[in-house]
């Protein structure tokens, strides 16, 4: 995999958190600890859109209708058991 290399500029304490956590074992260098932190805010928002694509095809699903747990249930373990 192809990296770029970035310039970025942290706050003192920003630097103190990321050495924070390099010291603490958790990674081993500034990179470690940004690309991480990207990756998680890439699955973030994967599941945030995940999340949404759901809410629009319930919402364009139709009215709700009523729904009875013991049917539920007597048709569920009528078909598994």
């Known amino acids: 995999m192809k990296t770029v290399r970035k310039t ?3 706050t ?3 630097d103190n958190w990321v ?3 390099i010291n603490a074992g958790h990674y081993t260098n500034d990179s470690e600890y940004i690309r991480d932190l ?3 805010e890439q699955e973030r928002s994967a599941e945030i859109e995940a999340i949404r694509a759901a809410l629009i095809e319930g919402e364009a699903s139709g009215e709700p209708r009523r729904f009875n747990p013991a049917e539920f ?3 569920m373990l009528a078909a598994h058991g």
């Open 8 to 10: 970025i500029t942290l």
């Open 12 to 14: 003192d304490q920003q």
């Open 19 to 21: 050495k924070a956590q």
């Open 38 to 40: 990207i990756r998680r």
């Open 73 to 75: 249930k007597q048709r």
